[in-house]
């Protein structure tokens, strides 16, 4: 099943948004979920990643301290809440399933199940 990412919008530098990335189900082969970004003429990078074990939380160097990745089990959702957004943060946002061992945590290819990315485009 692929993950659908959600929440994304226009806003001015300083704002906050919220991501939504569903549905973010734990499965024997699914040990997290990843939300990554691809800027245009931009490779993608990770952004963010949230472990089913532990709740563990691994975070890009570029957005530690200002973004947040959380997880709703209920809701088979997992969220990240984008704060003192930057016009760099503008991008596509994904999330995908990890389903590699702990050592490619951020590396794009060992995640999978990728939907459709949301929009975040933040105005200075």
């Known amino acids: 099943v692929q993950l659908q990412a959600s929440g994304g919008g226009l806003v001015q530098a300083g704002d906050s948004l919220r991501l939504s990335c569903a549905p973010a189900q734990r499965t024997s082969s699914n040990h997290g979920i990843g939300w990554f970004r691809q800027a245009p003429g931009k490779e993608r990078e990770f952004v963010a990643h949230i472990r089913w074990s532990g709740g563990y939380e691994y975070y890009a160097d570029s957005v530690k301290g200002r973004f947040a990745i959380s997880r709703d089990n209920a809701k088979n959702t997992v969220y990240l809440q984008m704060n003192s957004l930057k016009p760099e943060d503008t991008a596509v946002y994904y999330c995908?399933?990890?389903?590699?061992?702990?050592?490619?945590?951020?590396?794009?290819?060992?995640?999978?199940?990728w939907g459709q990315g949301t929009q975040v485009t933040v105005s200075s």
């Open positions: 995908a399933n990890h389903r590699g061992p702990l050592s490619t945590v951020g590396v794009g290819t060992s995640y999978a199940s």
